[in-house]
Nanobody, 126 residues
Framework: QVQLVESGGGLVQAGGSLRLSCGAS????????MGWFRQAPGKERELVGA????????RYPDSVNGRFTISRDNAKNTVALQMNSLKPEDTAVYYC???????????????????WGQGTQVTVSS
């Protein structure tokens, strides 16, 4: 099993930046692909970034591509999400998640993840 704890959320003005971090414990971190998701009130949970086990490949949806960057440090068992040029519509609870899958198509979908953190709130004011 993997335990995930997110940090770094908060309130930021539109156009600003935030960096979220997720620390993992339990099973071997490098055995898992990692993803960041978000869920706004009344909306479905959506992927905002995914990274493969070794960190060589990343994927983003069009809504955040070019603004968000996911990265991982397997030596420190952490995955981060750098968010730039934030918009009010980025307001949501952000979750990190771990997937045993090695397939990019699987880790692009929230059903492909085995473990989830508790989430951290990000609020972007206009």
């Amino acid at each position: 099993q993997v335990q995930l704890v997110e940090s770094g959320g908060g309130l930021v003005q539109a156009g600003g930046s935030l960096r979220l971090s997720c620390g993992a414990s339990g099973d071997t971190f490098s055995n898992y692909a990692m993803g960041w998701f978000r869920q706004a009130p009344g909306k479905e949970r959506e992927l905002v970034g995914a990274v493969t086990r070794g960190g060589a490949s990343t994927r983003y949806p069009d809504s955040v591509n070019g603004r968000f960057t996911i990265s991982r440090d397997n030596a420190k068992n952490t995955v981060a999400l750098q968010m730039n040029s934030l918009k009010p519509e980025d307001t949501a609870v952000y979750y990190c998640a771990a997937s045993r899958s090695t397939f990019m198509t699987t880790i692009m979908d929230n059903t492909g993840y085995n473990y989830w953190g508790q989430g951290t709130q990000v609020t972007v004011s206009s």
